[in-house]
């Protein structure tokens, strides 16, 4: 059974960096994707940043130049480094584990809260 735990989540002035973690035990498969999603408060849960288990990475518009997503395989733990944060990055942040044919896997959430 494959778990996922964030961690990292918390309060920050506008301008200011975080870095979230995710920590997946478990049974992974490979290829796979890992993937940052977040839900602003009122609002739908929308795609941040994902990762292949090749490197490969994507990046929603609204983050692309101040976010930076990576993996670290042998360790099963996938970052979220967040810089130049502003009010709009304010959400509860969801780590994603898609093993396509083995099933899609989700966190449970960290909040991250953005103070102007």
């Known amino acids: 059974q494959v778990q996922l735990v964030e961690s990292g989540g918390g309060l920050v002035q506008a301008g200011g960096s975080l870095r979230l973690s995710c920590a997946a035990s478990?049974?992974?498969?490979?290829?796979?994707?890992m993937a940052w999603y977040r839900q602003p408060p009122g609002k739908q849960r929308e795609l941040v940043a994902t990762i292949t288990s090749r490197g490969n990475t994507n990046y929603a518009d609204s983050v692309k130049g101040r976010f930076t997503i990576s993996r670290d395989n042998a360790k099963k733990m996938v970052y979220l480094q967040m810089n130049s944060l502003n009010s709009e990055d304010t959400a509860v942040y969801y780590c994603?584990?898609?093993?396509?044919?083995?099933?899609?896997?989700w966190g449970q959430g960290t909040q991250v809260t953005v103070s102007s």
């Open positions: 994603n584990l898609n093993q396509y044919m083995h099933g899609i896997h």
């Open positions: 478990g049974s992974i498969v490979t290829p796979n994707a």
